[in-house]
Nanobody, 118 residues
Framework: QVQLVESGGGSVQAGGSLRLSCAAS????????MSWYRQAPGKQRELVAS???????SYVDSVKGRFTISRDDAKILVYLQMNALNPDDTAVYFC????????????WGQGTQVTVSS
């Protein structure tokens, strides 16, 4: 079993920045792709950014140039640096980690609220 703990959410004014962190812990496992999703009120959960084991990244168009995903495999952490935030970024942000060994399974964090005011 893998546990994910997120931190770094909060309230910020438009134009501000936040950095989300997600720490994975548990028994011995190997992590594949790590991702951040978000879900705004009344909307479906959407994939915001992903980073593979090799470091390849991808972003939803609405955050390109503003958000940066990174990972620390030694500490099993994934980060989301969010700059130039706007009210449309307001959502609950969830980290998702793909465990590839033993077995293959995806795990979700509990979510952290990000609120951007205009």
């Amino acid at each position: 079993q893998v546990q994910l703990v997120e931190s770094g959410g909060g309230s910020v004014q438009a134009g501000g920045s936040l950095r989300l962190s997600c720490a994975a812990s548990g028994r011995t496992f190997v992590v594949g792709t790590m991702s951040w999703y978000r879900q705004a009120p009344g909307k479906q959960r959407e994939l915001v950014a992903s980073i593979t084991r090799s470091g390849s990244t991808s972003y939803v168009d609405s955050v390109k140039g503003r958000f940066t995903i990174s990972r620390d495999d030694a500490k099993i952490l994934v980060y989301l640096q969010m700059n130039a935030l706007n009210p449309d970024d307001t959502a609950v942000y969830f980290c998702n980690v793909e465990v590839v060994l033993p077995g293959r399974r995806n795990y979700w964090g509990q979510g952290t609220q990000v609120t951007v005011s205009s």
